[in-house]
């Protein structure tokens, strides 16, 4: 069952920029930690982003650290993954996680709310 909705990924040239949304019509982002994952090929699935919901520094993977920046519409439920200068190495399916089991977390096993994924493709 899918509980996340993203949306936004493409195929972009390298330094390019895209933003990633996911929706929920079911939960809210007011009050569940939230994150952003990543899986490239043949690679294991990665934490990107996360955020928690009573507010303070999100989290950032060293490796997207001043290039992407994570933020919630709270007004629209609506959860972003803003990416600039995008890198070939930033190619992968993303996927926005959620969980209301905790306040934050980076790691990817505290999560149970899952979207179904987004295609980002960085061409060089």
């Known amino acids: 069952q899918v509980q996340l909705a993203e949306s936004g990924g493409g195929v972009v040239q390298a330094g390019g920029s895209l933003r990633l949304s996911c929706v929920s019509s079911?939960?809210?982002?007011?009050?569940?930690?939230v994150g952003w994952f990543r899986q490239g090929p043949g690679k294991d699935r990665e934490i990107v982003a996360a955020d928690s919901w009573l507010g303070g520094s999100p989290y950032y993977r060293d490796s997207v650290k001043g290039r992407f920046t994570i933020s919630r519409d709270l007004s629209r439920n609506i959860l972003y993954l803003q990416m600039n200068d995008l890198k070939p190495e930033d190619t992968a399916v993303y996927y926005c996680?959620?969980?209301?089991?905790?306040?934050?977390?980076?790691?990817?096993?505290?999560?149970?709310?899952w979207g179904q994924g987004t295609q980002v493709t960085v061409s060089s």
């Open positions: 996680a959620a969980t209301y089991r905790v306040e934050f977390s980076d790691r990817l096993d505290d999560y149970d709310l």
């Open positions: 079911t939960h809210t982002f007011s009050s569940t930690a």
